[in-house]
């Protein structure tokens, strides 16, 4: 899954769910099921998710929507594997954003 947001310090939450193709309510639900997703809030109580919550919410969403993990397996998964599979995760990530770049050279050409 390609996740387009512009690099920033912080995202709000509307921003957040537009990019993932959900709804605001499911990204305040994985925050409550998700101890890795920790936003900073604001005095009105507005989320302000860090460049880190977002890179765990990619991983959260590819356990639970692309690869069907319950929402206990994924806690598990995170909780067991997780920095191996955040690594294989992230390398992954990296090599699709690689190969769109070219896709659109080539296209460009």
């Given at each position: 899954?390609?996740?387009?947001?512009?690099?920033?310090?912080?995202?709000g939450?509307?921003?957040v769910?537009?990019?993932?193709?959900?709804?605001?309510?499911?990204?305040?639900?994985?925050?409550?099921?998700?101890?890795?997703?920790?936003?900073?809030?604001?005095?009105?109580?507005?989320?302000?998710?860090?460049?880190e919550?977002?890179?765990?919410?990619?991983?959260?969403?590819?356990?639970?929507?692309?690869?069907?993990?319950?929402?206990?397996?994924?806690?598990?998964?995170?909780?067991?594997?997780?920095?191996?599979?955040?690594?294989?995760?992230?390398?992954?990530?990296?090599?699709?954003?690689?190969?769109?770049?070219?896709?659109?050279?080539?296209?460009?050409?």
């Amino acid at each position: 899954m390609h996740i387009d947001l512009p690099e920033k310090r912080y995202y709000g939450i509307g921003e957040v769910a537009k990019a993932f193709g959900v709804n605001t309510s499911l990204i305040r639900f994985w925050e409550k099921e998700f101890d890795v997703l920790k936003p900073k809030k604001n005095a009105k109580g507005n989320r302000k998710f860090t460049p880190e919550d977002i890179k765990n919410l990619k991983f959260i969403y590819h356990l639970v929507k692309e690869r069907g993990f319950t929402l206990e397996g994924a806690k598990t998964h995170l909780k067991e594997e997780k920095k191996q599979a955040l690594n294989n995760f992230e390398i992954i990530s990296k090599l699709e954003d690689v190969k769109n770049q070219l896709i659109k050279i080539k296209q460009h050409l």
